[in-house]
């Protein structure tokens, strides 16, 4: 049994191909998130609240004096989001 071209095969061979490629990308990276969209929506409104709330400065004395660790943490956080935001596609 020899080789088909493209053509006497009916692009069964690419059809096989391309399965077979995305069976092996799934297996290595696990399947794609199906609500990253809105996920992403619920991550922009969560650093927008929190950006909002460290503008008060009533919140920020507070944060600072009795959890300053996590307000440590959540403006790196803000920081790493602006950064993700800004960042060219």
Not at 15 to 29: A, F, I, Q
Not at 34 to 51: E, G, K
Not at 64 to 71: G, S, T
Request: hydrophobic share 35%.
């Amino acid at each position: 049994m020899g080789m088909k071209s493209v053509r006497e095969d009916g692009g069964e061979c690419w059809r096989m191909w391309y399965r077979t490629r995305r069976e092996h990308l799934l297996r290595l990276s696990g399947s794609p998130p199906q609500n990253l969209c809105a996920a992403q929506v619920r991550l922009t409104v969560c650093c927008r609240y929190a950006r909002w709330l460290l503008g008060n400065p009533r919140v920020l004395r507070y944060l600072n004096k009795y959890h300053p660790i996590e307000l440590r943490r959540l403006r790196s956080i803000l920081v790493e989001f602006d950064r993700t935001i800004q960042a060219p596609i």
